[in-house]
């Protein structure tokens, strides 16, 4: 039974139900469109009841799922009077139980139920931690063998809520490696025989179900937010937030204006806030990311960095800010410290990195008016309540199978 169906958002091609990534005719991103053009929730606990947008067929059973409450303490400080929090991680007590406290897993539920559906055998990414927690989660769920590729700085972030299982292969880079040489190698492991890319922001599963974060928001609030903050470093999250903003204006019953999308990146490493500044729709290396490595380094939130984000790409994140007529903000480490103790301190939950990086970019424009105190403000916190979690669970650390020198290691070194 059809579901959806893939579509080029630049030639305009149409492919059935399947893990594609590309367009035969262009490097344009597909989106899916679905056979459901109303949002109908069904009776699933978490990510499963926004099942009419999700590009799977069997209905997902798992708790993870984006909550979405309207903040008291925090509107207050910031006399705000609609400030709602996307919520994604473990907080019981707001019926919040994303185990891997990170939206991430919103991507992997459906990344790899989509898999499965569509016969694929293993699964290969690179993450620079967030991500890869977040699949190796759902390997020890469902059995579905998956290849993480982490930089250094990543491998403290791969911990599991269980024990790991024979179906997660981690390798680990060697330091001096970042996250691009990570997606390099695991492109290479991708071309062997049984192995599937996860394919980052063109894998439609990852994006709508990220997606859900604004489909929750709009539910709760009864209309589509004014605004939307996020901290970014592919722009994956920003893009999705868009897309099913789309969705919600073409269903009718939310609104008919897109969320106007507010996003930060971490100072020293910000690509695409500076191509942003001048509208331009290319990142030029050289202009953009001078020293991009050293910058990397530096930069607080590290999961925010990605040297080769989708963002000209047509449905990329360029596309995203134009139609929204957007912002973006480049967040210092000791804003993003001195919002989380604010975030923490007044709403009652810890939050990660990323998530600091956003309620930093909301300070920001609550202090240079690009907010109006009535407005509705959706601020995504895509990652929190570790420090939650670990009074439930004591978490499990996932131990490499092999380390690469760099993104060129011969591939029979590495135990694949």
């Known amino acids: 039974m059809g579901r959806f169906k893939l579509k080029c958002l630049k030639c305009g091609r149409e492919y059935g139900q399947e893990f594609r990534l590309n367009c035969e005719n262009d490097d344009a991103f597909i989106r899916a469109e679905y056979f459901e053009k109303k949002l109908e929730l069904r009776s699933q606990p978490g990510i499963g009841k926004f099942h009419s947008w999700l590009p799977v067929q069997k209905e997902l059973t798992t708790n993870a799922g984006p909550i979405t409450y309207k903040s008291e303490a925090l509107a207050r400080e910031l006399g705000l009077s609609n400030l709602y929090i996307g919520f994604s991680g473990y907080w019981p007590e707001k019926e919040a139980f994303t185990k891997t ?22 699964i290969v990414l690179a993450s620079a931690g967030n991500t890869g927690r977040a699949f190796a989660h759902v390997s020890a769920l469902t059995g579905i063998d998956v290849y993480i590729v982490v930089p250094d700085s990543g491998i403290s972030k791969l911990w599991l809520p269980e024990e790991p299982t024979e179906s997660i292969h981690l390798i680990s880079m060697s330091p001096g490696n970042d996250y691009t040489d990570a997606i390099n190698l695991a492109g290479r492991i991708a071309k062997l025989p049984g192995m599937v890319s996860e394919g980052g922001a063109r894998n439609v599963a990852r994006r709508d179900g990220m997606g859900t974060v604004m489909l929750d928001a709009a539910i709760t609030i009864g209309k589509l937010p004014d605004h939307y903050f996020q901290a970014v470093g592919s722009g994956t999250g920003g893009i999705s937030a868009w897309e099913a903003a789309i969705r919600l204006r073409a269903d009718g019953r939310f609104g008919q204006k897109l ?20 509208k331009r729709r290319e990142i030029i290396p050289e202009l953009d990311m001078k020293d991009a490595k050293k910058q990397i380094e530096e930069t607080y939130a590290t999961v925010l960095t990605n040297r080769a984000p989708p963002y000209g790409v047509t449905g990329g994140l360029y596309d995203a800010l134009v139609d929204t007529d957007g912002i973006m903000y480049a967040i210092t480490k000791e804003e993003a ?8 301190s007044l709403e009652g939950i810890d939050i990660l990195s990323p998530s600091a990086v956003a309620a930093a970019s909301l300070l920001k424009a609550v202090e240079t008016g690009k907010v109006s105190k009535d407005e509705t403000i959706l601020l995504n916190i895509a990652g929190g309540g570790y420090k939650r979690l670990k009074e439930d669970l004591t978490p499990f650390q996932i131990s490499p199978v092999a380390t690469a020198k760099n993104p060129d290691v011969p591939l029979e070194e590495l135990n694949i």
């Open 259 to 278: 969320p106007k999308l507010q996003l930060a990146q971490n100072f020293p490493f910000v690509p695409m806030y500076n191509a942003w500044q001048e």
């Open 337 to 344: 410290l001195e919002a989380k103790a604010l975030f923490e």
């Open 101 to 122: 406290c990170s939206f991430k897993e919103l991507e992997a539920h459906p990344t790899m139920q989509l898999l499965k559906e569509t016969g694929g055998k293993a």
